[in-house]
């Protein structure tokens, strides 16, 4: 499936300009290209494979106008591997080609490559190719907000955080580092709802969801709603400790919000249990099998009195 590596919830996707890289190993050619495309969008360069993988892993260009023939890695490798990262393979690829026969441009389709522009460009075509791909780009992320953002709270939805556990899931197994993960619940939920009625119970859903992400502060961090009254965060590259220390700082964020709760037996005020996990993710364990440990830290949480985090 296809998603971008953070939710694209930003509001504004219709109205900013759009980001490109151009790829290719001759700067002349580069010149050429953004002399035809500066007045209209941001124009990054990069003139190997190498630095393109790398500018797209840091900064998700909306589009890569990408050279075909680089010396090293080509630019169908480069399209490969971009394809292959799930935190890259949104990002529309446009070869630039001196092509002349089907069976090359063949090998551009199966690479992944979205269109080409033939050499020498044309800028007025290239334009056009441009702005067309980033159309669709913007309205494909306009789609992907939409169906994975929480109506109520404005955070990500549970979908969002399936599909970001799998990639994080296949990313950290990559690089061999740990990813830990948060199961979080409001306490006596129901009872608040009964005292001060579910419009009431709905702003605090929205207080609470907004605290939790206040105060996460990594970029690949995500707070999800995870249903009802239930929320997960998703720790990328953090252990077991850096996670419960997490926990603990979000347990206090939503206490100190101080909305009171009258009906809780633990206090005046909402507050959450936290059930935290952590794993080395490999062929031994599964995405589930962390959700599921993080789910039991939370049963442990509210068995020993709720308003607490534990871990395991
Ligand atoms: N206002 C509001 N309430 C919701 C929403 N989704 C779930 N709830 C309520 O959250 C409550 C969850 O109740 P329970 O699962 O019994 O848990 P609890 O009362 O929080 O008790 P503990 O989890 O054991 O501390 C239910 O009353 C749900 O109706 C929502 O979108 N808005």
Not at 97 to 105: G, L, M, S, V
Not at 205 to 210: D, E, G, I, W
Request: proline share 5%; glycine share 6%.
């Amino acid at each position: 499936m296809n998603i971008p590596a953070m939710p694209s919830l930003s509001p504004d996707l219709g109205q900013r300009r759009g980001q490109l890289l151009v790829v290719d190993d001759q700067p002349i050619n580069i010149h050429v290209i953004h002399q035809a495309l500066t007045a209209d969008y941001d124009v990054f360069a990069a003139t190997s494979g190498e630095q393109a993988l790398a500018f797209c892993q840091k900064t998700l260009p909306d589009l890569v106008l990408l050279d075909v023939v680089m010396p090293v890695m080509d630019g169908l490798e480069v399209c490969r591997r971009l394809k292959q990262n799930p935190d890259t393979q949104n990002i529309p690829v446009v070869f630039i080609t001196a092509y002349q026969h089907p069976e090359e441009e063949n090998i551009c389709w199966a690479a992944g490559g979205v269109d080409f522009v033939n050499k020498p460009v044309n800028p007025v075509t290239l334009r056009n190719r441009v702005k067309a791909h980033l159309t669709l780009k913007f309205q494909a992320d306009m789609l992907r907000m939409i169906a994975f953002n929480d109506g109520l709270t404005h955070i990500a939805n549970r979908r969002y955080f399936d599909v970001r556990l799998e990639a994080e899931w296949q990313r950290c197994s990559r690089n061999g580092s740990t990813l830990a993960l948060l199961m979080i619940d409001i306490d006596f939920f129901k009872r608040y709802n009964d005292r001060y009625g579910h419009p009431t119970g709905d702003d605090s859903l929205r207080q609470v969801a907004a605290a939790l992400t206040a105060n996460l502060n990594r970029p690949f961090d995500l707070v999800a709603r995870y249903g009802g009254e239930e929320f997960v965060c998703l720790l990328p590259d953090t252990d077991l400790a850096g996670a419960t220390a997490i926990a603990k700082k979000l347990e206090l964020a939503v206490r100190q919000l101080g909305i009171e709760h009258l009906g809780s037996d633990i206090g005046q005020v909402i507050t959450i249990s936290v059930g935290v996990a952590a794993s080395h993710p490999d062929q031994h364990n599964t995405s589930a099998s962390l959700v599921q440990q993080a789910d039991v830290q939370l049963y442990q949480a509210k068995q020993q009195g709720r308003g607490r985090v534990c871990a395991g």
